[in-house]
């Protein structure tokens, strides 16, 4: 009887019904009820730090055994090749869609006085320069550190205990890359103990994400909350023009990544409602590397796929492919260009694609304002002022964060199914009824 109550709990509580009750309070609460944030935030901020305890040793334990794995088993150098020119296709791809997007729409064009008033006010509410100025007197760029010295600084830890202490997922990530190559190179009979033992802690964090998904619906309450309650009305007025521009955006790599996993598939139904709580954990955390364990157990208990190859990739592709922020900083440059009447021409095009792509994949680990501060990258080589107009990202960064990580989980799902064997939906489905059974 108990085991049956349980049973009936954990599906009420994992109900997407239920998880859209608790948004829809979250966003009623954020709106209108502003007393009641400080109660409902904490909570949802104390979800969101458990979730993130759990996320490197998953990250370290599945890369490493992903890749010491991948590199003892024979035949696998074409299936590394796919992985690597798919990566790089993907994030290209994001950026010129981005950047196309922004000349198309033109959404930093033809804002009339008002409205640049209204953003100027922001501005200097913030203590950044202001705006209107800025943008009818010579900008004079500081001298930025070089993005070789800024990546590499992102990328190589000096100490790993230390990127450990500190999240720093970029660098955590190239420590289990080495650290599972370095697993790989050993012979099999030296490695199997080391590899059985990771493996071990990977299953152990796994469960406990399991259990923390039956707590989902209070979490998202209070973090959407939070973030709703931040975005002011007259912020939303004066980006209007390009806040449904970069949805837009986010919408288009939303529907491609689909299209992709239908055909990959032969189902359109199936990758929708496999990833459906991983989507929803996207819009609600904000945080791609916390969807991480929930996009692992639909690539593989409910899309079918090989668990050593959905361990692998699905770490990678969160971490390295970011199209999500990629798309938007190409968008936001352009943004920013035509707020201040720079001509970019085809070269300032091209910096704006390539920059855009490094900058993307300087964010991973990354969020908020440390995500949106990656835009100097951009911004800088382009002599546009990233300061004067920052401020004006991260006050509708609560609206667009979201969807930018949602962007993320969902074409990096699409990705791997593209590196991986093609599915049939009959694999799928068998595959599937034997775990439900």
């Not at 239920?18 to 109660?39: C, E, F, P, R, W």
């Not at 959905?310 to 352009?334: E, Q, S």
Request: charged content about 10%.
């Amino acid at each position: 009887m108990n085991q049956q109550i349980v049973k009936s709990t954990s599906k009420i509580l994992r109900s997407s019904w239920t998880v859209l009750i608790a948004v829809s309070i979250g966003i009623y609460i954020g709106l209108y009820q502003h007393q009641y944030v400080d109660y409902v935030a904490p909570i949802g901020h104390i979800y969101l730090d458990i979730l993130k305890m759990c996320i490197l040793p998953i990250l370290i334990t599945a890369i490493s055994v992903s890749i010491a794995r991948l590199m003892q088993a024979e035949g696998e150098s074409s299936y590394i090749k796919r992985m690597l020119m798919v990566f790089m296709f993907s994030v290209l791809a994001s950026s010129v869609l981005g950047a196309a997007i922004g000349v198309i729409t033109q959404p930093g064009s033809s804002f009339d006085n008002g409205t640049l008033a209204t953003l100027g006010s922001i501005v200097r509410d913030s203590g950044a320069p202001d705006l209107e100025i800025s943008a009818y007197e010579p900008f004079v760029a500081k001298e930025k550190a070089s993005f070789t010295k800024t990546f590499i600084a992102n990328l190589i830890p000096e100490n790993i205990f230390s990127a450990l202490t500190t999240g720093s997922n970029l660098k955590v990530l190239f420590f289990a890359i080495l650290f599972g190559t370095a697993i790989g190179s050993l012979s099999k009979s030296s490695s199997q103990t080391l590899i059985s033992s990771l493996d071990s802690i990977y299953q152990a964090f796994s469960t406990m994400v399991k259990w923390l998904m039956l707590f989902l619906p209070f979490g998202l309450l209070g973090l959407i909350a939070h973030d709703v309650s931040q975005v002011g009305l007259a912020v939303l007025i004066a980006m209007i023009q390009f806040v449904p521009i970069a949805l837009m955006g986010f919408l288009l790599l939303f529907i491609v990544s689909s299209l992709i996993m239908w055909q990959r598939t032969g189902s359109f139904t199936l990758p929708f409602l496999a990833l459906q709580e991983t989507a929803i954990m996207a819009l609600g955390t904000g945080n791609a590397l916390a969807c991480l364990p929930s996009a692992i157990m639909a690539m593989q208990e409910k899309m079918g796929y090989e668990k050593k190859s959905v361990n692998l990739l699905v770490p990678l592709t969160f971490t390295i492919c970011r199209t999500g922020p990629t798309l938007y900083f190409a968008l936001a440059t352009l943004f920013v260009a035509q707020l201040y009447k720079v001509d970019l021409g085809v070269s300032g095009f091209i910096t704006v694609v390539i920059g855009s792509i490094f900058a993307g994949l300087a964010t991973a680990g990354a969020s908020g304002v440390i995500l949106l501060s990656m835009l100097s990258l951009v911004l800088a080589p382009l002599n546009l002022p990233v300061e004067a107009v920052l401020v004006l990202f991260i006050v509708i960064d609560p609206i667009i964060g979201p969807f930018r990580v949602l962007a993320i989980v969902h074409t990096s799902c699409a990705i791997i199914t593209l590196i991986l064997p093609k599915q049939k939906l009959e694999e799928i489905a068998e595959t599937k009824v034997v775990i439900e059974s």
